[in-house]
């Protein structure tokens, strides 16, 4: 599975972006997914996930204010983020959720979101 990111850009503190991602195989509709954000000199985290049946969960950093969904029929993934701050500023990728019987697909490009002060 080949998974690539878009969407990212440059905003103004409380803007807003909408992230898509592309999964190249429907295997991807099968597994628990996430965004991921990694901010240089930071380790990667997740920042939001959704299984397979729609249920979400959010960092507590970013409760309220992002919204992840996904369209099986598309083999996609979104992450509508509002009220965006400095601290939001990372590269995002989005990927399955690691299980203890599954692993990550290979990471794509990643998208940067730049919000600024």
């Known amino acids: 599975v080949q998974l690539q990111a878009s969407g990212g850009g440059l905003v103004q503190t409380g803007g807003s972006l909408r992230l898509s991602c592309a999964a190249s195989?429907?295997?991807?509709?099968?597994?628990?997914a996430g965004w991921y954000r990694q901010a240089p000199g930071d380790l990667r985290e997740l920042v939001a996930s959704?299984?397979?049946?729609?249920?979400?969960t959010y960092r507590a950093s970013v409760e309220g204010r992002f919204a992840i969904s996904r369209d099986k029929a598309k083999n996609a993934l979104y992450l509508e983020m509002n009220n965006l701050k400095p601290e939001d500023t990372a590269t995002y990728y989005c990927?399955?959720?690691?299980?203890?019987?599954?692993?990550?697909?290979?990471w794509g490009r990643g998208t940067q979101v730049t919000v600024s002060s």
């Open positions: 990927n399955a959720i690691k299980t203890y019987d599954s692993d990550y697909f290979s």
């Open positions: 195989g429907t295997i991807f509709n099968d597994r628990p």
């Open positions: 959704i299984t397979r049946g729609g249920e979400t």
